[in-house]
């Protein structure tokens, strides 16, 4: 399946049958009331690359840069999330979805990892105090879902 067409079925089954990319190939999907993930669509490769941004750490430093390198080696495979810091210093969670993988059952659960990946980061982002650290796997947002669309 190709990525325009991918997002065509899920916006079908999400109630937003005009769901499609800009010129850009790219789209934000708002999921709830705060949550965004951006969808890009690889030309190149013909597969997707998903991202959300968890927030702007509040007191960035080498405690959450060794969780982050941590959480990296611990999900590092194939179809697992990525963190990263962004271009501007915020913590972002990043998904690939290959050619072979676009189905919308891999979309579905592409984003339910990335709406879990920012609601197990987003406490350890804002800690005024850099000090936390997230010991549990992530746990999904309750009552947000891919398919609830704000």
Known sequence: ??????????GNTVGLPDLAFD???????????????????DPENGGLILH???????????????????ANLFHSGAGSPVTALGPSGEVIVLLGL???ELELENFVRALEQLLEE?????????????EKEITENPSVVQGVSPFLMA
């Open 1 to 10: 399946m190709y990525p325009d067409q991918l997002l065509k079925e899920y």
């Open 23 to 41: 010129a850009g190939n790219s789209l934000v999907l708002t999921i709830g009331s705060e949550v965004e993930i951006y969808v890009q669509a």
């Open 52 to 70: 959300t941004e968890v927030g702007q750490p509040h007191s960035p430093g080498p405690n959450l840069f060794k969780q982050l390198l941590q």
């Open 98 to 100: 290959t050619p072979a």
């Open 118 to 130: 920012a609601a197990h980061w987003r406490p350890l982002i804002l800690d005024p105090h850099g």
